[in-house]
């Protein structure tokens, strides 16, 4: 009688081991009803979400719809001035016209209702209501295009930085253009939107210069204008794109250094208000209030 050899043995133990091991992962690992009740019950919110979602949409379109109806039966046409009030704070859809004038029209009819329910001066504070609703809309994307202003004017030497690295690298300006817009898109958000949109002018036909120089005329910014002209002098004399980039990306990275440091030189007069009002009080009374109570006491003895 032949006996098996210990390696067959082996193999055959492992083998009838990792067999029998396989049969209680896959029972493990099948869903039950009750896991798939539960997987139920956990997306269920989810979908009643997805729910709300579109019809908090639906409900928006309509209400768009009905506000550019009412819109363009009033003649509130939208003119170029508005339109590029709104490019500057980088509102480009076509629906944010709608949104504008649908708050403007609104408003006063929410300030009005709101009102009724002050019982003194009912007249007086509708009136008021009524100016502040009318004006909140023009307040708002006056503030949204400072700080979009103020970001792009504080990201710009850093996009042109990469930029630069682009050229280097071998791509040509609009790629390097288009390459640092979707770089840039979570950490500088403004700049990205110009620099995709100025690529999407060129892509329609627009030239060059001319779409920056749309740049320049939304943001509004010194140094986004010396950088068209930078480019339009460029293109005339032939200069290397590299060098001209390189140069006018030190030129706005000190720039950018040497208003932080004047802005670091106000504070030192800005700070003598607080400190007169606030702050020297607060120390006075600490040091000298126990020597005035002191004196007064031995004043009050010596009178006594």
Same mark, same amino acid.
């Given at each position: 009688?032949?006996? *098996? ?33 539960? &997987? ?16 908090? !949409? ?9 506000? !550019? ?19 500057? +704070? ?7 016209? /709608? ?30 209501? *009524?100016?502040? $609703?009318?004006? +909140? ?21 850093? $996009?042109? /930085? ?10 040509? &300006? ?40 749309? *740049? ?12 068209? !002209? ?6 005339? #004399? ?5 060098? +001209?980039?390189?140069? #006018? ?56």
């Amino acid at each position: 009688m032949n006996t *098996m050899s210990p390696a067959l043995l082996i193999s055959l133990m492992a083998t009838l081991f990792c067999t029998l091991a396989l049969i209680p992962v896959f029972l493990l690992m099948r869903s039950s009803n009750e896991s798939k009740r539960l &997987i139920e019950v956990t997306r269920a919110p989810l979908r009643l979400q997805e729910g709300a979602a579109e019809a908090r !949409h639906w409900a928006m379109r309509m209400l768009l719809g009905g506000v !550019h109806f009412v819109r363009t039966r009033l003649g509130l046409a939208q003119d170029e001035k508005l339109r590029q009030k709104l490019l500057a +704070a980088g509102l480009r859809q076509a629906a944010d016209v /709608d949104t504008y004038f649908g708050i403007r029209l609104l408003g006063p009819v929410t300030a009005v209702l709101a009102g009724t329910f002050i019982r003194s001066n009912t007249i007086v504070w509708i009136m008021a209501l *009524m100016a502040l $609703a009318y004006l +909140a809309p023009d307040a708002w994307v006056n503030y949204r295009t400072r700080t979009r202003r103020e970001h792009i004017r504080l990201g710009l030497p850093d $996009a042109l /930085d990469l930029m630069v690295v682009c050229v280097d690298a071998g791509l040509g &300006i609009d790629q390097a253009l288009l390459r640092s817009g979707q770089e840039l898109a979570l950490s500088q958000p403004e700049i990205s939107e110009e620099f995709i949109q100025i690529n999407f002018e060129q892509r329609a036909g627009k030239p060059r210069i001319e779409a920056w120089q749309s *740049m320049a005329d939304r943001t509004r910014l010194d140094t986004v204008n010396s950088f068209v !002209h930078m480019l339009a002098q460029t293109d005339r #004399f032939g200069t290397p794109i590299v060098k +001209a980039l390189r140069v #006018f990306a030190d030129s706005a990275r000190q720039k950018r250094r040497q208003q932080a440091e004047e802005l670091a030189a106000k504070t030192t007069v800005k700070l003598i208000f607080p400190l007169v009002l606030f702050i020297f009080p607060s120390i006075f009374i600490v040091l000298l209030g126990p020597a005035v109570i002191l004196i007064g006491k031995n004043l009050h003895g010596i009178f006594k």
